[in-house]
């Protein structure tokens, strides 16, 4: 797969998890997207956001202290 692929997909996943979608770049997406390219970039994408929380929440707790 093509490093724009690798981009596109994230990029789609990132807009997804705001809900900001349009449905031609949906449609766009769909066409040019495999299932698991979107599934990779999801779990990728969560697990980003995951320790984006997590550090913050570190930092914040020894900030308190």
Same mark, same amino acid.
């Given at each position: 797969m093509a490093e724009g692929g690798h981009i596109k997909a994230a990029l789609a996943v990132f807009w997804s998890f705001?809900? @900001?979608?349009k449905r031609r770049d949906y449609d766009a997406d769909? %066409?040019?997207l495999t299932p698991a390219q979107v599934?990779?970039?999801?779990l990728v994408g969560a697990g980003v956001f995951v320790l984006t929380? !997590? !550090? !913050?929440v570190y930092g914040v707790?020894?900030? @308190? %202290?």
């Open positions: 705001f809900g @900001v979608r769909a %066409k040019s599934v990779i970039a999801g929380i !997590l !550090l !913050l707790m020894q900030f @308190v %202290k």
